[in-house]
């Protein structure tokens, strides 16, 4: 069972930037697809970003494209969104999510496509 805990979540004024972390408890191999989804109180929840295990394939959300880049280290178990520009619309519970694909393209950024979950880390943007 791949455990995903998420971390450098926090207050930050709109226009700057977080980078949230993700560490995984398990081989990557078991989660070769990561990703990111956030949901905001009483809105659904919503892809951000995927990556596959090899640092390439990534996908977006057409909202934070040239905003937010996803990285991963897998040396490290770790998985990364550097996120710039921040709205306050973007004020969220941020969640980091894995699941194992057979091939390298990880699958779009729904819900239901995604195994492992984290528990979140909270994101709050300021005007």
């Known amino acids: 069972q791949v455990q995903l805990v998420e971390s450098g979540g926090g207050s930050v004024e709109a226009g700057g930037s977080l980078k949230l972390s993700c560490v995984a408890s398990?081989?990557?191999?078991?989660?070769?697809?990561m990703g990111w989804f956030r949901q905001a109180p009483g809105k659904e929840r919503e892809g951000v970003a995927s990556?596959?295990?090899?640092?390439?394939?990534?996908q977006y959300a057409d909202s934070v494209k040239g905003r937010f880049t996803i990285s991963r280290d897998n040396a490290k178990n770790t998985g990364y969104l550097q996120m710039n520009s921040l709205t306050t619309e973007e004020t969220a519970m941020y969640y980091c999510?894995?699941?194992?694909?057979?091939?390298?393209?990880?699958?779009?950024?729904?819900?239901?496509?995604?195994?492992?979950w984290g528990h979140g880390t909270q994101v709050t943007v300021s005007s």
């Open positions: 398990a081989y990557t191999a078991n989660y070769n697809c």
């Open positions: 999510v894995g699941v194992g694909v057979r091939d390298m393209r990880c699958p779009p950024l729904l819900p239901d496509e995604y195994q492992y």
């Open positions: 990556i596959n295990n090899y640092g390439f394939n990534e």
